[in-house]
């Protein structure tokens, strides 16, 4: 919305630097995180009333949970999503597609998350919404995030995969990508949902991997950055780094408030809407494969889950001694807090790793 400023611009005066990615993404940052301090407290506050009793906690859990964690209220990922959306439509270019498809795949899958965590805290039930109708809606948002960026694809990437490291290969899924961004999009949201155990596990990661996603998608934005790191252009996506700001500034706000002992959780309200970004942002610029590396932690954490499930339906017997993985650590002894800066310090090496992949070749 702030870029259009820029009209009034002589081209050596302030206003000129709203034609600035970098300079609208800090004020994106900014934003959010503005946001979140100044709503964070009252939005505790206020689910505090609604939730007398939090967010229910799994009986089957470890625990020290049912004690620790008892009372604490959930839906805390509306602070982020209000803080992304709020510094993404005052900062970003409006009329660029690739802004509405990540803001329309996260919007959606935050709604999901939504009713979820309503339905939890209303029933006192940890099952909430059935897994049916999540995956449902989420292929559906999905399908229509992927045809929509498909479709803003130049033709010489409409419908391929890219490839890290063999940065001439591609391969031409043709319609089929459809299917193959949907399963991006729907994994990554799951991938961080089932990582959204500890405080400040999940989103940490998500800002760690969205940070690096922002920088490629400012680089393959760019046609000099994109020719010298031999990697694909695609045009207009350097206006992604507005939104990862705003997503960082929102969750670092969050995070205040979500430390240990954390004040309020996210919720599937912001591990859905988050893990759905994530995946929209890498569809969006062509690196599906590098999320994949930039997010093995959330890949990982999924891993468990079903390996767990498919080796105990085949043997009766556990892999871990409980999953997703960060709880296998929990049951060994290892402190929530140790857990989780072990793992944002993962998360940083995994990062570097995927943006190492914009040199190598």
């Known amino acids: 919305m702030l870029y259009f400023i820029n009209v009034f611009s002589d081209g050596g005066d302030i206003f000129n630097l709203f034609r600035y990615i970098t300079f609208r993404a ?12 100044i709503f964070g407290q009252p939005l505790i ?4 009333r609604k939730q007398k009793n939090g967010q229910p906690i799994r009986a089957d859990g470890p625990e020290h949970h049912l004690t620790l964690k008892a009372g604490t209220p959930t839906m805390g990922g509306v602070l982020i999503l209000g803080a992304m959306l709020t510094g993404s439509i005052l900062w970003a270019r409006l009329d660029n597609i690739y802004v509405w498809v990540i803001l329309l795949v996260t919007v959606g899958f935050g709604s999901i998350g939504f009713v979820d965590d309503y339905k939890k805290v209303i029933n006192r039930d940890t099952r909430g919404l059935s897994k049916s109708i999540r995956l449902s809606i989420g292929l ?20 391929f995969i890219a490839f890290p490291v063999f940065k001439g290969a591609l391969f031409n899924l043709g319609w089929f990508f459809i299917p193959f961004a949907m399963l991006v999009i729907v994994g990554s949201a799951n991938a961080v949902n089932l990582t959204d155990g500890l405080d400040g596990l999940a989103v940490m990661p998500v800002m760690i991997a969205g940070g690096a996603l922002g920088i490629i998608a400012y680089a393959v934005g760019r046609v000099d950055f994109s020719e010298y790191l031999d990697v694909h252009y695609v045009s207009g996506t350097g206006e992604i780094l507005i939104i990862v700001s705003a997503l960082i500034g929102g969750g670092l706000g969050f995070l205040w408030y979500n430390a240990p002992p954390a004040a309020i959780f996210m919720g599937d309200t912001g591990s859905l809407a988050l893990g759905g ?10 690196h599906e494969i590098v999320l994949a590396i930039i997010g093995g932690l959330f890949v990982v954490e999924a891993l468990s889950v079903i390996v767990q499930v498919l080796v105990y339906r085949i043997t009766k017997k556990r892999v871990f001694l409980m999953a997703p993985i960060h709880h296998h650590f929990e049951k060994l002894g290892w402190a929530e807090p140790q857990i ?22």
Do not use: Q, Y
């Not at 800090?26 to 301090?37: E, R, V, W």
């Not at 929509?148 to 990437?157: C, I, V």
């Open 277 to 286: 970004a994530l995946g929209a942002i890498a569809v969006s610029i062509k």
């Open 45 to 48: 506050n206020f689910l505090r």
């Open 140 to 159: 559906l948002i999905s399908f229509v995030a992927a045809i929509l960026t498909m479709s803003m694809h130049s033709e010489n990437l409409s419908g």
């Open 26 to 37: 800090g004020g994106a940052f900014f934003t959010a995180l503005c946001f979140g301090f």
């Open 340 to 361: 989780v800066i072990r793992f944002w310090i993962i998360s940083v090496i995994l990062a570097l790793i995927g943006l190492a992949t914009l040199k190598l070749r």
